[in-house]
């Protein structure tokens, strides 16, 4: 079992800045991969990114590109999802989950954490 806990949401301005943080912790040696996902209200879960456990390698959707950064931090075991020039396209509850593969479909992923609120105001 892998539990995954996110923190850091809340309500932001447009073009204003977030930090989520997605601790890791349990059995992790069969994991490979940090998800970050999204679901808008009557919407789709949506791929935001991932970060690969062991090398760091990162992949984000196009959506995100060039704002959202996923990075790993050892000391604290957690996963980060710093989100810059945020708009009200992005208020979503965000979600962070672990797999064994890389992949962007949300039902490849074995375990998700309970979600964090984030709401961009225009």
């Known amino acids: 079992q892998v539990q995954l806990d996110e923190s850091g949401g809340g309500l932001v301005q447009a073009g204003g800045s977030l930090r989520l943080s997605c601790a890791v912790s349990?059995?992790?040696?069969?994991?490979?991969?940090i998800g970050w996902f999204r679901q808008a209200p009557g919407k789709e879960r949506e791929f935001v990114g991932r970060?690969?456990?062991?090398?760091?390698?990162?992949y984000y959707a196009d959506s995100v590109k060039g704002r959202f950064t996923i990075s790993r931090n050892d000391a604290k075991n957690t996963v980060d999802l710093q989100m810059n020039s945020l708009t009200p396209e992005d208020t979503a509850v965000y979600y962070c989950?672990?797999?064994?593969?890389?992949?962007?479909?949300?039902?490849?992923?074995?375990?998700w954490g309970q979600g964090t609120q984030v709401t961009v105001s225009s």
């Open positions: 970060i690969n456990w062991r090398s760091a390698a990162t």
């Open positions: 349990g059995r992790t040696l069969s994991t490979t991969v």
């Open positions: 989950a672990a797999g064994r593969f890389s992949r962007t479909t949300p039902r490849l992923y074995d375990y």
